[in-house]
C-alpha cells in the first residue's frame, strides 16, 4: 500500500505525534487521510491549525478506516486509551511510541498481533531523530515497511532484534538527547564562568557538540580514537579530561544511564497490567 493511499489514525496529538503528522503531511500525505484523537481542546486546535488535521475529543467508529494506528500517549494512560479504540482497529497495524509498555499488553489490550514498538527521541521534532523498532512476529515485511516510512521523516531508524533491547535504547537514545543538554548547560555555564558572555557561551556549546557528533558520525575511526587525537599529553583536553577521570565523571555517567533502563523495565511492569 502507497503511503499516499493510507488511512492513518493517532491516539494522542501531542509533540512526538504532531512531529510525525508534520512529516508525513511534507512528504504528501493529505491531511484528510490524517486522523487524530486528542482529548485536550488545545491541541487539537494546533493540529488544525498549524497542518489543517481535524482532531477528535474521543475514538469513534470512524477509526475503523485506519490501516495504521499510532499510540502517542502517555504510557501510564495506554491502556485507558485502548479500551474505546480496539473494537474498531483490530485489522490496524499498531506503532507504539510509549516508553516502557510492552508488546504483549499492547497485543492483549487491542486484541492484535500486529503491533511494532518503537522508541524515538526529540530531535524527531526536527527531523534529526534516532528511532530503534521491534516487531512482534505476526508483523508482515509490508507492516514494517509502512512502519519505516511514516517514521523516515523523522530522522533514522534501526530494527532490534529483542524487545527488551528497547529498554536500553530508551536509556541511551530516548533518554539521551536529555543528557547532551544537561552537558550544553555545563559548557555553556562555565564559559560564562571563564569571562563569555552568556550568549556566546551557548553558542560554542551548542556548535561544538552538532560539529562533533558530525565528525563521529563520518569518521571511519571510532570516537575513543578521536577523542585521543585532540587529547595532547600536558595540553589543555588533558587537563580536563583528567578532572573529569579523578571525579569518576565516566563512571557516574554510565550508572545513571543504567538508572534510566530500569525505570524503563519498570515501567512496563507498573503499567502494563490487566
Wanted: neutral net charge; contains cysteine; proline residues 5%.
Amino acid at each position: 500500500m502507497a503511503l499516499q493511499d493510507t488511512h492513518i489514525a493517532f491516539i494522542g496529538g501531542g509533540n512526538m505525534a504532531t512531529a510525525i503528522i508534520g512529516g508525513l503531511i511534507r512528504q504528501g500525505l493529505p491531511p484528510d487521510r490524517l486522523q487524530v484523537v486528542e482529548p485536550w481542546a488545545e491541541a487539537r486546535e494546533r493540529l488544525a491549525r498549524d497542518h489543517g488535521v481535524q482532531a477528535e475529543a474521543a475514538a469513534g467508529s470512524t477509526l475503523g478506516r485506519a490501516a495504521l494506528v499510532v499510540w502517542a500517549v502517555k504510557p501510564q494512560t495506554f491502556r485507558e486509551a485502548a479500551q474505546p479504540v480496539a473494537a474498531h482497529t483490530a485489522g490496524a497495524l499498531h506503532l507504539s511510541v510509549a516508553a516502557g509498555i510492552r508488546s504483549d499488553s499492547i497485543a492483549r489490550w487491542l486484541a492484535s498481533e500486529r503491533v511494532v514498538r518503537c522508541m524515538p527521541n526529540t530531535p524527531a521534532l526536527v527531523g534529526r531523530g534516532m528511532t530503534a523498532l521491534f516487531a512482534r512476529a505476526a508483523v508482515t515485511p509490508g507492516d514494517r515497511a509502512l512502519a519505516e516510512q511514516v517514521l523516515a521523516p523523522t530522522g533514522a531508524t534501526l530494527w532490534v532484534d529483542q524487545e527488551v533491547q528497547l529498554d536500553a535504547v530508551t536509556a541511551l537514545s530516548g533518554s539521551g538527547p536529555a543528557y547532551v543538554f544537561y552537558f550544553i548547560e555545563a559548557m555553556a555555564q562555565a564559559g560564562q564562568q571563564m569571562g563569555l558572555p552568556a550568549d556566546k557561551a551557548l553558542q560554542l556549546a551548542i556548535g561544538t557538540f552538532g560539529g562533533a557528533a558530525e565528525l563521529a558520525r563520518t569518521a571511519s575511526e571510532p570516537p575513543q580514537v578521536l577523542r585521543e587525537r585532540v587529547t595532547s599529553k600536558g595540553g589543555t583536553t588533558y587537563a580536563a579530561l583528567t578532572a573529569m577521570e579523578q571525579s569518576a565523571v565516566g563512571r557516574h555517567f554510565i550508572e545513571a544511564m543504567h538508572a534510566a533502563c530500569r525505570r524503563a523495565a519498570e515501567l512496563g511492569d507498573e503499567f502494563g497490567r490487566d
